[in-house]
């Protein structure tokens, strides 16, 4: 490589920190060795520049790249309701992008890593056509039963989420200069934050479902109802929008109810649990049915179908 595989490893074993006991072996050696506890929960994540992020951008720089990628892969492990331990890093490096780029890339991942307690234990460096991070992550419990999936909603529970909504939407919108909004919108896009304790309390709280907002809840808790089996009719007017979105929407030409809903990218988690359980920290925002599986949005405009993301192959 351009910038010198064995170079790039050796800064970045400078930069990371081993935060378990559990870690015996990590970077430097072919391979890490942890010991495990009962249960363990793995989740792969890639983000490539082009299509998750743009570089180009004077805004954007590599150390944001590297924590949306290990962020997005933390959330799934929230989503789980398991407690994070380690994360593997394959980076693919284009020609051109120096060794101060990549160094910054991971330092972005290990600010992340410290405040997350979670270890980045090694990976893989090679050459690639655009940046590209391949992100494995691994969680751990120790009991099967500890751990939330997505099948478990009930007709008759509620519906929540754990935080506000269209945040990360609208701050790529302020980014792009498509509108204006205050600097902690665009900062829930370039430095979103995975909700690790939440899905735990949830867990632990009795959850029946989970899963990450990272596609808008138009599309993610339509994935929800039907691993469940169940219909989820969720009430535009009840999600939490996070602070300047209204405005910056409106702005746009957009209802702000339907940027919430199909913005992406928020990590925030949805949960369906029974009526009764108050977790704390979570909004109320639609109800399990037991008509046929799906997901209907209350107060939508029914000639406007509302979608999330869809991944493209």
């Known amino acids: ?22 870690v015996v072996r990590w970077v430097g050696d072919d391979a890490a060795v942890v010991r495990a506890r009962p249960v363990q ?11 998750h992020f743009r570089l180009e951008h004077p805004h954007v720089h590599p150390a944001d790249a590297g924590w949306r990628a290990l962020a997005a892969a933390l959330s799934d492990i929230a989503a789980m309701g398991a407690e994070p331990g380690e994360a593997y ?68 529970d509620r519906v929540g989420v754990t935080g506000p909504l269209g945040g990360a939407a609208v701050g790529l919108a302020v980014l792009d200069g498509r509108a204006d909004g205050p600097d902690e919108l665009v900062a829930a896009y370039l430095r979103p934050r995975p909700r690790l304790q939440e899905g735990r309390d949830l867990a632990r709280a009795g959850a029946h479902a989970l899963i990450d907002i990272s596609d808008g809840i138009a599309t993610d808790a339509e994935h929800l109802a039907l691993r469940s089996g169940v219909h989820i009719e969720i009430e535009l007017a009840a999600l939490p929008l996070a602070p300047g979105v209204a405005d910056v929407a409106r702005a746009l030409g957009v209802v702000p109810a339907e940027l919430a809903a199909t913005g992406g990218e928020d990590f925030e988690l949805c949960v369906a649990m029974a009526p009764g359980d108050e977790p704390e920290g979570v909004t109320w925002v639609g109800r399990v049915t037991d008509d046929p599986a799906g997901l209907s949005l209350a107060g939508a405009d029914p000639g406007r179908p509302l979608a999330g993301y869809e991944h493209a192959v």
């Open 89 to 156: 890093v394959a980076m693919g490096v284009p020609d051109g992008f120096g060794a101060e780029a990549a160094t910054q890339c991971v330092r972005g991942m290990e600010a992340l890593a410290a405040q997350t307690g979670v270890t980045i234990c090694g990976g893989d460096v090679t050459r690639a056509p655009a940046l590209t991070l391949a992100v494995t992550v691994v969680g751990w419990a120790d009991d099967e039963s500890d751990l939330v999936g997505r099948d478990g909603a009930r007709p008759g």
């Open 1 to 22: 490589m351009a910038t010198g595989e064995r170079a790039l490893i050796a800064a970045f074993k400078e930069l990371l920190t081993n935060r378990s006991e559990r």
């Open 41 to 51: 929960v793995v989740s792969v994540d890639t983000m490539v520049d082009g299509v």
